[in-house]
């Protein structure tokens, strides 16, 4: 009998949803305009991510050496550096790889290369390269040096200077900026959804008033809630389903035409829309059909329960 039932329920959803073809295809449009739209979002935001990583990635903290530090008192600091649970990596640049990197970036001025061969030594100090966890963590740890420093021992003893502070504008400026695309990325994603639910809610009520009749009759005859509101939640669900297989089909050629402009606008090897389409498919496809079958799910849901006591 449930199979019975069940294959009933199918019947009338998929004979409700081709019969009523009109209001279907309304309630497929605004579906598809919402789940494009939440589509835009993910992809929107995977973009900022990724421009965001990239450039936490070139902030750090530099630790300068007077040129007297020994192997010995910088490798101490590296290790006390790498035990701190904020830091996420430490990387040394001895005085050599220093004046190399030096000469490289200004191969270009004759002026400034004449003066450093005039010099005849290597007036420059090993350094540590410091990454933080998080951006945030950067002024726990340049405090954590500057202690060093000022204590004037061990290797805080010839630490010449900390270019936190240097760097700390755009570091605070980078933080300022993840949190406020977390904070907003949120709100919209509620606003969205609330706003979807509400659209979705008042098209599906559309063909059920049609049927408002039927649902009074089957209530009458003792019908179950879950016998009546069967064919409009699997209406909802192809309404869902449809939507979300026509983004998917709009977004390909479309993130195929904007991938190499993408990739331009945000800097080479950082964020390709195509790219991340087709490697992303899969949490893509999930996240928007998911999406859009549970939203036609519940619309249907919600939106029968009115006339169950007809």
Not at 110 to 117: K, P
Not at 124 to 132: F, Q, V
Not at 149 to 160: E, K, L, M, N, R
């Amino acid at each position: 009998m449930f199979w019975i039932n069940t294959k009933r329920i199918a019947r009338h959803g998929l004979i409700g949803f081709i019969r009523n073809g009109f209001i279907s295809l309304a309630a497929v449009l605004v579906m598809t305009i919402t789940l494009f739209v939440a589509a835009l979002l993910l992809i929107g935001g995977a973009a900022l991510t990724s421009t965001l990583q990239s450039l936490t990635d070139k902030v750090d903290v530099m630790v300068y050496f007077t040129t007297s530090a020994t192997d010995a008192q910088i490798q101490e600091l590296q290790k006390n550096l790498t035990a701190l649970p904020e830091v996420a990596s430490v990387t040394p640049v001895s005085r050599d790889l220093a004046i190399a990197q030096f000469r490289e970036r200004h191969k270009n001025d004759q002026l400034t290369i004449q003066a450093l061969d005039a010099l005849g030594s290597n007036p420059l100090g090993a350094s540590l390269e410091i990454r933080a966890r998080e951006t945030s963590q950067y002024e726990g740890i340049a405090k954590y040096l500057e202690v060093q420093q000022v204590s004037q021992t061990g290797p805080g003893a010839v630490i010449d200077k900390v270019n936190f502070f240097q760097n700390k504008t755009a570091i605070d400026r980078l933080t300022n900026i993840i949190d406020t695309s977390n904070r907003v990325g949120a709100a919209i994603a509620i606003i969205l959804g609330v706003a979807s639910l509400l659209i979705v809610f008042n098209t599906i009520r559309l063909a059920i008033y049609t049927a408002r009749d039927e649902i009074g009759v089957m209530n009458i005859v003792g019908a179950s809630h879950w016998y009546v509101r069967g064919p409009f939640m699997i209406a909802g669900v192809l309404y869902g389903f449809t939507a979300a297989l026509i983004v998917l089909i709009i977004l390909y050629p479309l993130t195929a035409w904007l991938g190499p402009d993408s990739e331009i606008f945000l800097g080479a090897g950082v964020f390709n829309v195509f790219t991340y389409y087709v490697d992303s498919f899969a949490f893509l496809f999930l996240a928007i059909m998911g999406s859009g079958i549970a939203l036609g799910a519940v619309s249907s849901y919600l939106a029968v329960r009115r006339y169950l006591n007809a």
